[in-house]
């Protein structure tokens, strides 16, 4: 399927339309795995950030308790996370990521590099280095979430 380029200048329209061929495929790329877009977003979030108590958890992925706990039973079933008590606070539960979790999360980035160079392969890398520094520039100021670069290990 093609775009065709001759009625806009627009970015937006072909912005939208690139982040949803990225999305769709990714999403496909993660599926084999068991994983939704949401749980790469929680595993990503403990990578970057460490453990962390599951009301800082539900803050840093913008969830209410209810949603946190469906996402933790999720991701705890399958051994990706682990909850244990606060060595300060009893009362409170740490959420960690765990090796599977890593590993996992390892996965699910190379398979969306995988879809991002074949979406971009018709970029030359100087090219792809300019869109990035491009949309780096324009989201400035905005969270992202993911700091490591998935080639990089």
């Known amino acids: 399927m093609t775009v065709e ?3 806009s200048r627009a970015a937006g329209p ?12 990714a999403e496909a790329s993660i599926a084999h795995m ?14 970057d950030h460490g453990a962390m108590s599951q009301q800082a958890y539900a803050a840093a992925l913008e969830l209410d308790r209810t949603n946190l706990v469906g996402l933790l039973n999720e991701l705890e079933s399958r051994g990706l ?3 244990r008590r606060s060595p300060e606070d009893r ?8 090796d599977e979790g890593a590993r ?7 398979a969306f590099v995988d ?7 018709p970029l030359d890398g100087e090219q792809r280095n300019a869109l990035v520094s491009l949309l780096q520039q324009v989201t400035a100021g905005h969270t992202v979430l993911c700091t490591e670069d998935p080639r990089a290990g």
């Open 5 to 7: 380029h001759t009625c």
């Open 91 to 98: 009362r409170r539960h740490l959420v960690e990521l765990t």
């Open 14 to 25: 072909l912005l939208d339309h690139l982040a949803r061929l990225l999305r769709t495929r």
């Open 104 to 110: 996992t999360l390892r996965e699910a980035e190379r």
């Open 34 to 47: 068991g994983l939704r877009p949401r749980h790469v977003v929680a595993l990503t979030v403990l990578r």
């Open 115 to 121: 879809v991002e160079d074949e979406l971009l392969s």
């Open 81 to 83: 996370v682990a909850r």
